[in-house]
């Protein structure tokens, strides 16, 4: 069983930072691409940002500039570090990771999802 589980969402006034954390714990043999989505109401989940097993990265345009995807690997644990939040970045933000289970195949799972609402 493999869990990912996010924390350090939350109320921000615009122009502020927050950095979300997912945690991957289970019986896991290694982890290859890592990411962030989200999703506001009445939206479809998007892409935010990736980060590979080689620490390469992908942003979605909207957040180039202001958000930074980061990974520990030791820790199986994946960062991003947002600043510069506007209103329209608020969102149910998930992390995703495509995980090899101990014995198991290649899959990939998705976390609860942690709420970041940017309102003055």
């Known amino acids: 069983q493999v869990q990912l589980v996010e924390s350090g969402g939350g109320l921000v006034q615009p122009g502020g930072s927050l950095r979300l954390s997912c945690a991957a714990s289970g019986s896991i043999f290694s982890i290859n691409a890592m990411g962030w989505y989200r999703q506001a109401p009445g939206k479809q989940r998007e892409l935010v940002a990736t980060?590979?097993?080689?620490?390469?990265?992908n942003y979605a345009d909207s957040v180039k500039g202001r958000f930074t995807i980061s990974r520990d690997n030791a820790k199986n644990t994946v960062y991003l570090q947002m600043n510069s939040l506007k209103p329209e970045d608020t969102a149910v933000y998930y992390c995703?990771?495509?995980?090899?289970?101990?014995?198991?195949?290649?899959?990939?799972?998705w976390g609860q999802g942690t709420q970041v609402t940017v309102s003055s």
């Open positions: 980060i590979t097993s080689g620490r390469s990265t």
């Open positions: 995703n990771a495509d995980i090899w289970r101990v014995g198991g195949p290649l899959m990939g799972y």
